[in-house]
């Protein structure tokens, strides 16, 4: 379905996002060869947070990265996030979230935030459809080490921000 009015950004990062598709880290390092994943990493801006910086998980630097990207910078004064729970927080606090059984139909490019153990939050990505059975077709960074396309069962999503 197409984006809703004004939202033409989500789909800006979605696309941004699925170019990206087939990024992999080498040998499990999170960095690879040719600086994609440390491109993703300088999306994030917050204060104290160090540009090419050791590696580490990188879902929501990609995240990101697509927003920027797509002319959208997310997280306070655009700064981006490097850290899950960080993201959500945010998405909460400025009235963008919506929690996994709220009724809420995710809309391509809306930011889905998985949870695979009941504590905070553990990786992130961007919905590209959602299935007639409630699965949701995503994009995602540093998932298997790449960035790839992943059928996600409703189980493992807490919720989704739909950026404004």
């Known amino acids: 379905p197409p984006p809703s009015a004004g939202g033409d950004f989500r789909r800006k990062a979605l696309d941004k996002a699925i170019t990206q598709i087939g990024v992999r880290e080498d040998a499990g390092s999170d960095e690879d060869r ?3 994943i440390r491109e993703f990493r300088n999306a994030v801006t917050a204060p104290g947070y160090r540009q090419n910086r050791p590696p ?7 995240v990101s990265w697509s927003y920027k990207n797509a002319g959208k910078p997310i997280g306070p004064g655009g700064t981006g996030f490097a850290y899950v729970p960080y993201m959500k927080d945010w998405l ?14 995710p809309k391509p490019g809306d930011i889905v935030i998985f949870n695979w153990d009941g504590g905070r939050p553990d990786h992130v990505g961007l919905v590209e459809s959602v299935n007639r059975d409630g699965t949701v077709n995503c994009v995602e960074g540093n998932a298997s080490n790449s960035v790839r396309r992943i059928r996600r069962s409703l189980s493992t999503i807490e919720g989704f921000g739909h950026v404004r």
């Open 56 to 62: 580490e998980p990188w879902c929501a630097d990609f």
């Open 34 to 36: 040719r600086g994609r």
């Open 92 to 105: 909460q606090k400025t009235g963008q979230w919506h929690p996994k059984g709220s009724g809420y139909t």
